[in-house]
């Protein structure tokens, strides 16, 4: 009896242990879904998670690989750099070597501008004495034009008093002198006298000064009574005045003006003279020379040309 009570009293037990049981099942079934569930999604994400870890590592080793490409490229920026350091210090070193070659260049440059006012104060020096030589030289000979006249008859008058007294005494009595011997004589020199003049002018008409100058020099040294030999200091001082050397050619007109008081050449010595005072700068002597030449071939050719100045 006791053993069937039991069996009642449990009973109850029984089936509420089994409704539990059921109840249970069925929450461990959801569970297990809900664990099955959560585990498809943790793959999932798990899946999606290697997926980003790879797309992280590999974005990683693209990292480093530009990592190691900047390297390079830093080492090459750098090279670069270096060089153009070097390149800016040799720069420098250039610069300084031109600042001291410019101002070498600078000394040099003043020392030959030094050296240039130098001879320029030379040359205007000279200049100044030429000119006081010509002043002087056109003041002196203002007065021997108008006294040329009267000392060259009383020259010639001595000349012909000697060539009487020294012909009377090497004349020997009874024998007359033969005249052939001398008239050959001078012909022969008149002929060479005549070759050098014409010599001389031809050179001078072809601007060959220097070739012309050495014929007139040689007529006037080997023949100095030569008929020729006002012509041909004339034309020496020609020669220096085509030459544009004013200085020289007022120098041999002056030989001319002084020397051959008679030549005809005279009248266009002091012109071409006066002519070459205006081209060396000097008024002055040019209207003295201009002046002299007025008074004292007032119906030259020249005259009238003095006038015109």
């Known amino acids: 009896m006791n053993i069937k009570i039991r ?40 899946v999606g998670s290697s997926s980003e870890i790879q797309q992280l590592r590999d974005d990683l080793q693209k990292l480093k690989n530009e990592g190691d490409a900047g390297k390079v490229q830093s080492a090459a ?99 007359p002198l033969k005249k052939n011997d001398a008239t050959s004589g001078k012909t022969s020199e008149r002929l060479n006298e005549k070759a050098l003049y014409d010599d001389g002018m031809e050179k001078l008409g072809k601007q060959g000064y220097v070739a012309s100058r050495e014929c007139f020099s040689t007529l006037l040294k080997s023949y100095p ?30 030989v001319v003006i002084a020397k051959y008081l008679k030549s005809s050449k005279r009248p266009a010595a002091l012109y071409k003279q006066a002519l070459s005072f205006e081209k060396i700068g000097d008024p002055v002597n040019a209207k003295a020379r201009y002046k002299d030449l007025l008074k004292v071939y007032p119906n030259s050719p020249e005259a009238g040309l003095a006038k015109k100045r």
């Open 7 to 46: 069996s009642f009293v449990f009973l109850p037990f029984i089936v509420l242990t089994a409704c539990a049981s059921k109840q249970d099942l069925v929450l461990f079934n959801d569970d297990l879904r809900k664990l099955k569930s959560d585990s498809e999604l943790i793959k999932v994400q798990s």
């Open 77 to 175: 920026l750098a090279s670069q750099m270096q060089q153009l350091r070097d390149e800016i210090q040799k720069m420098k070193g250039d610069s300084e070597t031109g600042k001291v070659q410019t101002a070498a260049s600078y000394a040099d440059i003043q020392q030959i501008r030094d050296e240039v006012f130098r001879l320029q104060g030379s040359f205007e020096g000279g200049t100044h004495k030429n000119s006081e030589a010509f002043r002087r030289l056109g003041v002196e000979d203002s007065l021997l034009v108008y006294k040329a006249d009267d000392l060259e008859s009383r020259l010639q008058k001595i000349e012909q008093f000697f060539a009487g007294f020294n012909k009377s005494e090497n004349q020997v009595p009874g024998i």
């Open 225 to 254: 009574k030569s008929e020729f030999a006002d012509k041909a200091q004339f034309q020496l001082a020609e020669s220096y005045f085509g030459e544009n050397k004013y200085e020289n050619a007022i120098l041999e007109y002056q």
